[in-house]
């Protein structure tokens, strides 16, 4: 907030009577650290997607506002003009209260998989927009792409039919979804402006308010996989969009979780769908089950299913009567997807070759750089190193040890799974750099580190 904050018109140039902005201008404004109004935000946005303001201009207005930031309203008034710059969904044809969740970005991140057919079996509509892999992250579009088959390219007619027939669908944001996001992002990926709380917040909120739900669950990740490094700024980073979740009337509860660590053993697409169908079946990794089932507890919350703990008890007890895996199985055959891989691996394809990593020394791993396994992983396929890159959904990592566990030299720490035999050492390089092993156990870190709601 700019507390020196005074009259500032020299945006606006008077020619007969008529105001006309410059994008030059509104750049030198944001430079100096003013507060820029709804109609300059709105002049930049329509300008840029029109056309009419370059690439150039574009990039100096977000640099100025990566280093002067953007007080509250300003970030609200860019999360609405950017939800506004597309399709706005209404999903007011499927009865009940219609509950999203989103995720920041992480390492090993399925959660969508299994949370969306829990919080459905319970009985609360899953109507869910997904995205692809960004940077180092994996997106749920790609993994759900890896099984035989699955549509996520449906239209809004077959995802709300979807939605009323079995309860839930996962697709592909419609190309009209947010569109100025969609090119902003774009840019900022390219500009060293991605990390920067109103422009995430902006971005994120966009999408979800033009998804159309009522209510939203916010997973923020937290640690050296995620956007947000420090719980302090994913707690800054969950209050903006909290607050933006609730100027515009949809209940929104952010839960903060670790992202220090890769979640689960897989990393890379159909080994993730793999773990995820393990995970619905009860035979998941602990630290999987437990931040899918605090996430989907507070989506059933927010869907006035019951109390915090009698919604922890009923997400429960979808993954012990099956119900959920039931879920994602309707889901699977609803859009085109070959049911058999549930119970048959072999049905995803595997890579050709698969190599070791193992521990250099005996000890404690006391540290992973969990966002260079995401690089580790998009190096042996599983990830786009450019926009034209094509995904290898059998490539990735499965992890035997994670931070805080024990090893002897030679103990195999991940097995790597590939098709470019030829970028393993290149992996390996990374590998070797990410894992931090030392002499004595680390401590402990929670997997949910706070909850913020409005
Ligand atoms: N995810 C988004 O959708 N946008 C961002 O800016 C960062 C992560």
């Given amino acids: 907030m700019y507390t020196d904050f005074k009259l500032y018109t020299v945006n606006c140039t008077l020619t007969k009577g008529v105001f006309i902005m410059r994008m030059y201008e509104i750049i030198e404004k944001k430079r100096d650290g003013f507060e820029l109004s709804f109609e300059e935000i709105e002049f930049f946005i329509k300008g840029y997607c029109g056309g009419t303001i370059p690439d150039y201009q574009a990039s100096a207005l977000l640099m100025a506002i990566f280093l002067r930031g953007m007080n509250e309203r300003e970030t609200s008034d860019l999360t609405m003009i950017m939800a506004a710059s597309g399709d706005m969904i209404d999903l007011s044809a499927i009865s009940g209260i219609k509950v999203d969740k989103h995720s920041t970005g992480g390492v090993g991140d399925k959660t969508t998989l299994i949370v969306g057919p829990i919080v459905s079996a319970c009985g609360i509509p899953v109507a869910k927009m997904s995205g692809r892999g960004l940077g180092h992250t994996g997106g749920t579009i790609d993994k759900l792409e890896s099984i035989p088959g699955f549509r996520t390219a449906i239209s809004i007619d077959e995802f709300i039919s979807n939605i009323k027939k079995i309860g839930i669908a996962i697709a592909g944001?419609?190309?009209?979804?947010a569109p100025a996001d969609k090119k902003i992002y774009a840019l900022r990926d390219v500009t060293a402006t991605v990390n920067n709380i109103s422009l995430i917040a902006s971005s994120i909120m966009?999408?979800?308010l033009a998804s159309g739900a009522d209510r939203i669950v916010l997973d923020v990740k937290t640690g050296s996989g995620a956007f947000m490094k420090t719980v302090e700024d994913s707690t800054a980073l969950a209050q903006a969009m909290v607050r933006i979740g609730h100027q515009t009337g949809r209940k929104t509860l952010a839960v903060i979780t670790d992202m220090?660590?890769?979640?689960?053993?897989a990393i890379g697409n159909s080994l993730?769908?793999?773990e995820a169908v393990e995970t619905l079946k009860g035979k998941g990794p602990v630290d999987l089950?437990?931040?899918?089932?605090e996430l989907a507890s507070r989506m059933l919350q927010l869907g006035e299913q019951g109390t915090y703990e009698e919604c922890k008890t009923k997400a429960g007890q979808t993954l012990k009567d099956g119900s959920a895996l039931g879920k994602l199985e309707q889901m699977i055959d609803q859009q085109g997807g070959?049911?058999?891989?549930?119970?048959?691996n072999t049905l995803f394809g595997q890579a050709a070759h698969s190599f070791?990593?193992?521990a250099v020394r005996s000890g404690y791993i006391s540290h992973i750089n969990t966002d260079s396994l995401g690089i580790a992983s998009m190096v042996l396929g599983a990830g786009r190193e450019t926009k034209e890159s094509v995904i290898d959904y059998t490539a990735g990592i499965i992890l035997n040890r994670k931070t805080g566990m024990r090893v002897e030299r030679g103990d195999v720490i991940a097995r790597l799974y590939t098709n470019r035999p030829e970028r393993v050492s290149e992996a390996l390089d990374i590998?070797?750099?990410a894992f931090l092993i030392g002499n004595d156990e680390p401590a402990k870190r929670p997997l949910i580190l706070g909850i913020v709601e409005n």
């Fill in 338 to 344: 070959n049911i058999k891989v549930i119970n048959d």
């Fill in 289 to 293: 089950e437990e931040v899918c089932i």
């Fill in 173 to 177: 944001q419609t190309g009209n979804l």
């Fill in 206 to 208: 966009s999408k979800k």
């Fill in 431 to 433: 590998l070797e750099q």
């Fill in 356 to 358: 070791d990593f193992t």
């Fill in 272 to 274: 993730e769908v793999i």
């Fill in 260 to 265: 220090d660590i890769p979640l689960g053993n």
